[in-house]
């Protein structure tokens, strides 16, 4: 496998568990080899995001049409009635500019984006110290309703259950400590 031939980096962890702050460091530590994936959603956005940098927020019709259109590699309903998946397109932007797309995406999305990029992707599983300390993380995030927090927290306790099937499991317990741990496996994967 040479550097950056079509690599893939995903990262994915129940809801809260830090996989944005994690991914965010990521891409200012080694911003020339790694770029954001922007996925598609047709959630609204929140006050500090910008379409086409931390989304592309789309309608339900447009985001049906690019599934007729084969345009998503993977795409699920992560919470009930919204739509999160990821665009070929974003992938193939990133390898044209020789860098590696580094996927935020649910833990189902990510099993499968796995299964079709077995061999090029590097899957890291950031795995929050208790469903507790997760219900504390969203809690204090303060962008959850009481109803969107609950099916957070349950979902997370279901999405724990399928942590082995990743390349390995990052346990958040000291953000900065799994931040290094995360650099440590795609450093190497990196240069695989
Ligand atoms: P949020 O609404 O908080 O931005 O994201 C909710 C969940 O959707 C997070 O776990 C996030 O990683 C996931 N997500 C974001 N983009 C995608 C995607 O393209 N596909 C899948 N399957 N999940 C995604």
């Known amino acids: 496998m040479s550097t950056f031939q079509n690599k893939i980096i995903i990262i994915t962890a129940p809801s809260g568990a830090g996989k944005t702050s994690i991914t965010r460091y990521l891409l200012e530590t ?60 974003e992938l193939q932007k990133t390898w044209d500019q ?49 109803e969107s927090l609950e099916a957070r927290v349950n979902k997370a306790s279901y999405e724990l259950s399928f942590k082995d099937q990743f390349d390995a499991i990052i346990l958040n317990d000291e953000l900065s400590k799994a931040c290094r741990e995360a650099l440590k496996h795609i450093s190497s994967f990196i240069k695989q």
Not at 61 to 70: A, D, H, L, P
Not at 121 to 138: D, G, H, K, M, T
Request: charged content about 25%; overall charge neutral.
């Open 30 to 89: 080694i911003p020339d080899k790694l770029a954001f994936s922007v996925s598609a959603t047709t959630r609204a956005a929140r006050a500090y995001e910008k379409n086409g940098v931390d989304y592309f927020f789309l309608s339900p019709e447009s985001f049906r049409q690019n599934i007729q259109e084969n345009a998503f590699v993977e795409w699920e309903m992560v919470y009930e009635g919204k739509y999160y998946g990821t665009l070929r397109s």
């Open 98 to 146: 020789g860098k590696i797309p580094l996927l935020d995406i649910d833990v189902k999305g990510a099993i499968h984006v796995k299964q079709q990029f077995p061999e090029t992707s590097l899957s890291l599983f950031i795995e929050p110290p208790s469903v507790a300390v997760l219900r504390e993380r969203l809690l204090s995030r303060g962008t959850e309703t009481t």
